[in-house]
């Protein structure tokens, strides 16, 4: 069973549009909600994250909204550029999970010149 | 920045062979991980560590051994390579438990014939 869903598995948006990438979890002891982006060849790294007590985080043009009672989040990538073109990764911890991060399958956004 | 070196880069092994993998950080993290990448599952946690000579399970621990034989080193062992081994491997590191950044290397990829 899938602790931590994303859809959808790929998503192309032409440049200066926004993206919007939705994640939902299943365990409510979930707790910290990290967002990773990766390119290829390389790593995942973190882009931006969210603890349960928010509902939204702001990081320039990237924004996690986050529902609580729904155990939703998404994350819109405001005037998306072609440089944004990557893997985007939802993750989850909590007070049950220790050090470990679970992992959504990932959406591959391509933004079109 | 914090930096996970990941060795080899590329590897090809035969059914029933015997792998290792190596991960160096040295950033002096408390915690290291093994994850494996497949698509469509995104990150699966494989083994992690919170220092040299402990080992815990994560959640596709089969068919893997790993060791942490500094704060620095973290090995993951295959000993009987199945094909359904072939994957991206990513060796992360970071400093606390669960909610914090965790820092990937650039990864591992493994081919079983």
């Known amino acids: 069973q899938q602790q931590v869903r994303q859809s959808p598995q790929s998503l192309t948006v032409w440049e200066g549009e926004t993206a919007i990438l939705n994640c939902s979890y299943e365990?409510?002891?979930?707790?910290?909600f990290p967002w990773y982006q990766q390119f290829p060849g390389e790593g995942p790294a973190l882009l931006i994250s969210?603890?349960?007590?928010?509902d939204k985080k702001e990081d320039g043009r990237f924004t996690i909204f986050f529902n609580k009672r729904e155990k939703k989040l998404s994350l819109h990538i405001t005037d998306s550029q072609p440089g944004d073109s990557a893997t985007y990764f939802c993750?989850?911890?909590?007070?049950?999970?220790?050090?470990?991060?679970?992992f959504g399958g990932g959406t591959r956004l391509t933004v079109r010149p | 920045e914090a930096a996970v070196t990941q060795s080899p880069r590329n590897k090809v092994t035969v059914t029933g062979g015997n792998v290792t993998l190596s991960c160096r950080q040295t950033?002096?993290?408390?915690?290291m991980y093994w994850y494996r990448q497949d698509t469509g599952h995104g990150l699966r946690l494989i083994h992690y560590?919170?220092?040299?000579?402990?080992?815990q399970i994560g959640d596709v621990p089969d068919g893997y051994k790993a060791t942490r034989t500094t704060q620095e080193d973290f090995f993951l062992l295959l000993e009987l390579a199945s094909p359904s081994q072939t994957s991206l491997y990513f060796c992360?590191?970071?400093?606390?438990?669960?909610?914090?950044?965790?820092?990937f290397g650039k990864g591992t990829r493994l081919t079983v014939v």
């Open positions: 992360a590191s970071s400093d606390l438990r669960g909610a914090t950044e965790v820092f």
């Open positions: 365990d409510s002891t979930f707790n910290y």
């Open positions: 969210i603890r349960s007590v928010s």
């Open positions: 993750a989850a911890s909590g007070v049950n999970a220790g050090a470990k991060l679970t």
């Open positions: 950033n002096s993290h408390n915690y």
């Open positions: 560590s919170y220092g040299a000579g402990n080992l």
